[in-house]
């Protein structure tokens, strides 16, 4: 299939081959900074910009990893890379501000890694409202030699973008139109209805959104699919409500096909537990792309966002021609890897009730703090409430639990017996001790390259000790997080 791009500031028309990705794309179109390191969005070798509609601005410069991205996925879209970065407000080469402090203090060595550094770097460096530097923008960028002093040092130098920049001009301007749709393989529906005939009619049609699961199933495992239908841009999957009822009730519904980075700044701060899980999962060259429903899609065990919406008590939301159901998540999955969505059915939207547990908390036990994969995943909402004697913060009873788990078993799960071990209990490190050693026993660990089983229980046990230790001595009133 064709491929028309405005790539660097120029349009681009080049066939694409079936399964080819993006970074393949653009070098064999002369741009070899990007390259391949890992095949599988760990390393940042690959970064590149493409420009996407805002949420602070009309048009934001977001960084995405080319190597799962597929070429068709270009369509239609605005791209800068490395060198296209190299650019003046008059349209001469010269250094980007981010490329000229990467060189200045050191930043670049054998300079593999650089470019996709500085894609990262370019986007928080126009990212709107920007004051300071957020590092976890370069959370996703992995260095081999250099070091990471000097790359640091040159992105907290950066100042504001000056005003006559090109590509600071660009975030001002109307965002990007709809993608183009090609034909063939990959298919890309402007609307929720026409996605859910294609998948009708085509009981092997594979439906994705961020690519960040598929993409390394095709790079590393040769997956390929006779038809894909790209459903990331759905206007229907990308929205954000919240709705309010009596008491306090009411929900907050997070479209699926919202990237997780919209929905952390988008929720900003407001539903605490995923405040805290979101800033954890993968680094923010994934978040920028993977989506809550591809993630509960693929319905992986390990998956970080399963266990903190069990306990949340979520509901997922179905769509398909016959109409929407709704499905709690703690009834969502069925086996490993799989789910109670028919083939037919996208998932439009995840639900949250309200009003949200009191004091929550997100453990991800794994060898990195970030970009890595969890060995275990514990996520705790409870309810707690005085108990009328007036002993201060101690003086608490539990009123309800919820305790999601990932990592232990074939899916996500809840941890029913160690809820029932704490609801009606006073919240005491005696009770804590008794549900630690029946949170230990919950699920069916297994041992793995990540963990033990012996570990993973260990674990489990010692998540909630952890809680009760980090809630109590802070004085915490309820309602706050852990």
Known sequence: MEVSALVNGEPRTAPARAHENALDWLRERGLTGAKEGCAEGECGACAVLVARPGIDAPTEWVAVNACLLPAAALAGQ??????????????????????????????????????????????????PGREGFDHHAL??????????????????????????????????EEPPAAPAAP????????????????????????PVAGWTDAGV???????????????????????????DGPDRSGAVEIGA????????????????????????????????????????????PIGDLAPALLALDAEVVLASLEGERTVRLDRYFTGYRTSVRRPAELIRAVRVPLPLAGAT??????????????????AIA????????????????????????GGVAATPIRALATEAALVDQPWTEETVERAATVLAG?????????????????????????????????????????
């Open 78 to 127: 605005e791209v800068r890379t490395a060198e296209g970065l190299a650019l003046g407000a008059d349209g001469r080469p010269g250094l980007h501000p981010v490329q000229r402090e990467m060189a200045e203090r050191g930043g670049s060595q054998c300079g593999y890694c650089t470019p996709g550094f500085i894609c990262s770097m370019a986007a928080e460096y126009y990212r």
């Open 139 to 172: 959370s996703g960028n992995l260095c081999r030699c250099t070091g990471y002093r000097p790359i640091v040092e040159a992105a907290e130098a950066l100042g504001p973008a000056p005003e006559d920049d090109p590509l600071l001009r660009r975030t001002r």
């Open 183 to 206: 034909t063939g393989w990959f298919v890309r529906p402007a609307a929720l209805p026409a996605a859910l005939r294609l998948l009708a009619e085509d009981p092997d049609a594979v």
């Open 217 to 243: 199933e095709a790079n590393l495992k040769g997956t390929r699919h006779e038809r894909v239908v790209a459903i990331d841009r759905l206007p229907e999957l990308r929205t954000l409500t919240w709705t």
């Open 257 to 300: 096909a919202l990237t997780l980075t919209e929905v952390e700044r988008g929720l900003d701060g407001r539903v605490p537990l995923l405040a805290q899980t979101l800033p954890q999962f993968a680094s923010r060259l994934i978040r920028n792309t993977a989506t809550i429903g591809g993630n509960l899609g693929t319905g992986s």
């Open 361 to 378: 908390a997100f453990h991800k036990i794994a060898k990195r703090r970030f970009d890595d994969i969890s060995s275990v995943a514990v």
């Open 382 to 405: 409870l309810d707690l409430v005085d108990d009328g004697s007036g002993a201060g913060p101690g003086g608490r009873v539990v009123r309800g639990a919820r305790i999601g788990l």
């Open 442 to 482: 919950e699920g069916t660990p297994m041992d793995d390259h990540r963990a033990s089983a012996a570990y993973r229980t260990a674990m489990l046990g010692q998540a909630l000790r952890r809680f009760h230790a980090e809630l109590e001595p802070a004085g915490q009133a309820e309602g706050s997080p852990a």
